[in-house]
């Protein structure tokens, strides 16, 4: 992009955060699973042309467009802290391939205790290494605490499924295929909270418009877990209930019968076919750059705010993912 043609804002997303459309093109893009066939080339070429106009580097013949494709396929494989490219599963375009296999299996082979066990564990196993790769680079939290968050939903998990199977035995069967969805769900509920504890317990930063901090608030960490837990739930769950009444209706039909290893490929097939729209539909349900009123604030933070010569009356703070 030659240098007489005005800078482009790099560091923003380019659509419109503040609209629920603009959020959904943004995480239809972040998402997109194609990025995790990028070669080493592909993706080092990006990054040489995000860090050469970071720099204010004239690149001759760079259109706008080129680089803002320059810039998705760099966010998509390399740390944003570190900068270090991430491993291939851990990336944010990996998550609809990869659950989609982990999901699909999780509700093809629910019936045996063994299955449950290992493709419950085999979930928890992917997060935390989703977790690992995308863990801050400023302020990383301990692996330690990684580790202990890994067996605690990984417990929760197998816990929760193999509890609620014994309980649906005398339901019909398709009761039998929602018991993997409550499962990953509680694991959620398990796993966010204490992968953030540090938040809940220290707070996390709130700014005003302009970016400038203001302080810490343990209130604003509570909405900010809150909105990922009601998110990643809201993700999981259109993939995880709506297949198995397909699958109940499909396993009746003759061809199904004459062909059962049709089972997983079928399931398989129709959670990515959810996945795909789920995953951006539901990371953009609330702004990554949420806000709350400061009258919902601790006491003593809003009496600091309030001694600001022009106090906001807003707080804004990143929510995470």
Not at 76 to 100: C, W, Y
Request: hydrophobic letters at 40%; a positive charge; one cysteine or more.
């Amino acid at each position: 992009m030659s240098g007489d043609k005005a800078r482009v804002n790099i560091e923003e997303p380019r659509y419109d955060q503040n609209t629920y459309i603009g959020r959904v093109k943004h995480f239809l893009i972040t998402t997109n699973p194609l990025n995790v066939l990028a070669t080493n080339t592909q993706l080092d070429k990006a990054k040489s042309i995000v860090e050469k106009y970071r720099k204010g580097d004239d690149i001759p013949g760079l259109s706008e467009d080129e680089l803002w494709r320059s810039k998705q396929l760099y966010d998509s494989a390399f740390h944003p802290d570190t900068k270090e490219k991430m491993m291939l599963i851990g990336r944010m375009s990996a998550q609809v391939p990869m659950n989609m296999c982990i999901t699909g299996s999780m509700m093809t082979f629910y019936r045996t205790a063994p299955a449950v066990i290992f493709w419950q564990w085999f979930n928890q196993t992917f997060n935390a290494v989703v977790n690992y790769t995308n863990r801050s680079g400023n302020d990383p939290v301990p692996v330690s605490q990684l580790g202990l968050s890994y067996v605690l939903a990984s417990g929760g998990a197998v816990g929760t499924a193999m509890g609620i199977k014994s309980l649906v035995k005398t339901f019909p069967p398709v009761v039998a295929r929602l018991v993997p969805f409550t499962a990953v769900a509680s694991a959620n509920c398990i796993n966010i909270p204490f992968m953030r504890s540090r938040e809940l317990m220290e707070g996390i930063t709130v700014m005003d418009e302009e970016g400038n901090k203001l302080g810490e608030s343990k209130l604003a960490a509570k909405s900010a877990i809150g909105q990922v837990l009601l998110s990643r739930i809201m993700m999981a769950l259109p993939g995880m209930t709506i297949p198995p009444f397909i699958m109940n209706h499909l396993e009746k039909k003759s061809f199904m019968k004459k062909m059962p290893w049709l089972n997983a490929p079928i399931q398989v097939s129709l959670v990515g076919l959810f996945l795909i729209f789920a995953t951006p539909l539901c990371c953009a349900m609330f702004p990554q750059k949420s806000s709350m009123s400061v009258q919902h604030l601790e006491k003593d933070l809003q009496d600091k705010i309030k001694a600001l010569p022009n106090p906001p009356q807003r707080v804004y703070f990143n929510k995470g993912l």
